[in-house]
């Protein structure tokens, strides 16, 4: 590749535009939030005047008042217990899928493979009128429960990419060395399989941390409603007031964590994202 | 030996079960359970009229102008936005590929949309672009006053532009994924044949990277399929905006229909049913033809 300065120019210039265009709703759902009332509605792209007024009346009134916490406290429960249910039992057919020969082996992955195309809307219904029945509806198992199915495929893709590139030799050296089967795989397998099962964790967070469709179909409440669908709720101080503010400000709350931890781990996420569509 | 197979057997089967049983109870019972429930009249506002109705729901949203129009939406916002994420996908993986230097601020960038929900996404473009609080009618050759969410399909292209921005990455990390796994000694060989740029793309990167392609491809048309967040959130449906998500949640969950929203259901799975075939058909008979394993 001749690397002109010409081309260097172009190349800058493209790489700017990108930045700029992944960058321009952030910056401005940010710009958003330290607005005031008064200058909400200015149109100017950088806040004329600065205050933390949105985010004060997140959290004004404590956990009963605050349209906020108690969704914030759902969204990271429930995404949390999902992931942590996920990741086990994702972890527990990849390591069979890579490393057992039986039959219903490719079932298995074809099957995944079709959940992860089924349309979410389709058991929306039939989900609705069966966990009222079960008393599931608006509960955090509620939600648990879907997040679960719809987010499996993409732990145990992700999980059997990382796992068929483990040296698993290691673990047999390991106890030829003296180590007993535990040790060798506490000590062996685990720090190797880590990784993999990190960036699946990632991935299913983010999953159920971005859910919309089950989140105000399976709630009616601020018992399981997570924060998604309580930014589709929120309301004015008064009936004239427009609730931009707040939406802006909570947004940025759920929104700023997760990018700074994307980008963190950005090499493990891009990893995790394609191996499924390579190796499938 | 056999007994050791049979117990790898045994321990596979274990070890899958719980996965399998997760996927099945929310995706397989709920789907045929939403098929009995669109055979019945089933309104949880009227509870005492139930009862068998064969396929008079399946008619009755078949004749309605709604369902159409919906699945016409719908389809119309999905093959625009991925054939727009296939080009600009295309060349954000060529320049991830390539890249001189700025790899990693192109990977960082593309990392961003991923990572914000989708509510939030949708909420942001939606103040950008509303008349009252966006930014956009401000700019040079956009009129003050326009009213973006007023009219059908300029309120389908700020949708269709929110759907892209927030689902390119995962279109352009695919296909570098595609084109990392192409010889860079073709490249050479070509050029030295004097083949030209556009020929090299044309002849060499498209052809050996259809299989990746179609993946892509097939990922994000199923999910463009689902559209529901984004339209729920700028426009609620209204001017004729409505996916058919969006038409089965109204009939569900906002009319408590489940009668008629399980037929609409049932005919959102047989649509993705239909999609995913011709995918998973163009992607069989195409693989032996790039001839490689």
Known sequence: MENTGREKTLWTIALVLVLIFALIPVLWIISLSFKTPATITDQSFIPTEFSFENYESLFTGGISESPFIKPLINSLGIALITTFISIILASFAAYAIARLDFPGRSVMLAGALAIAMFPPISTVGPLFDMWRALGLYDTWPGLIIPYLTFSLPLAIYTLVAFFREIPWDLEKAAQVDGATPFQAFRKVIVPLAAPGMFTAAILVFIFAWNDFLFAISLTSSDASRTVPAALAFFTGDSTFTQPTGSIAAAAVIVTVPIIIFVLLFQRRIVAGLTSGAVKG | ?293
Request: glycine letters at 8%; hydrophobic letters at 55%.
């Open chain 2, 1 to 293: 030996m056999t007994d050791r197979a049979r117990s790898e057997r045994r321990l596979g089967w274990l070890l899958c079960a719980p996965a399998a049983v997760a996927m099945l109870a929310v995706t397989a019972y709920p789907i045929g359970y939403a098929f009995v429930l669109s055979l019945q009249r089933v309104d949880l506002r009227f509870p005492e009229e139930g009862g068998f109705v064969g396929f008079d729901n399946y008619s009755a949203v078949l004749s309605s102008e709604l369902w159409w129009t919906d699945l016409f939406n719908t389809i119309f916002l999905s093959v625009i936005s991925v054939s727009i994420e296939l080009c600009l996908g295309m060349a954000i993986a060529l320049v991830m590929h390539r890249a001189i230097f700025g790899r990693g601020v192109v990977r960082t960038s593309v990392l961003i949309p991923y990572g914000i929900v989708t509510v939030v996404a949708a909420f942001s473009w939606q103040f950008a672009f509303a008349p009252d609080t966006g930014f956009v009618n401000q700019l040079p050759l956009i009129a003050d006053d326009k009213d973006w969410f007023g009219e059908r399909f300029s309120a389908f292209s700020v949708i269709i532009m929110a759907e892209v921005w927030k689902t390119t990455p995962f279109m352009a990390l695919l296909l570098l994924a595609g084109l990392t796994t192409i010889d860079d000694g073709l490249y050479s060989a070509a050029k030295v044949d004097g083949a030209s740029a556009w020929q090299r793309f044309t002849r060499i990167t498209l052809p050996l990277m259809k299989p990746a392609i179609l993946v892509a491809l097939l990922f994000r048309t199923l999910d463009a399929f689902r559209i529901f967040d984004t339209i729920f959130i700028m426009t609620g449906g209204a001017q004729d905006t409505q996916s058919v998500s969006i038409l089965g949640y109204q009939q569900l969950i906002s009319r408590l229909n489940l009668g008629l929203g399980s037929a609409v259901s049932v005919l959102i799975f047989l649509c993705v049913l239909v999609i995913a075939v011709i995918f998973v058909k163009g992607l069989g008979a195409r693989q032996p033809e790039s001839g490689r394993a």
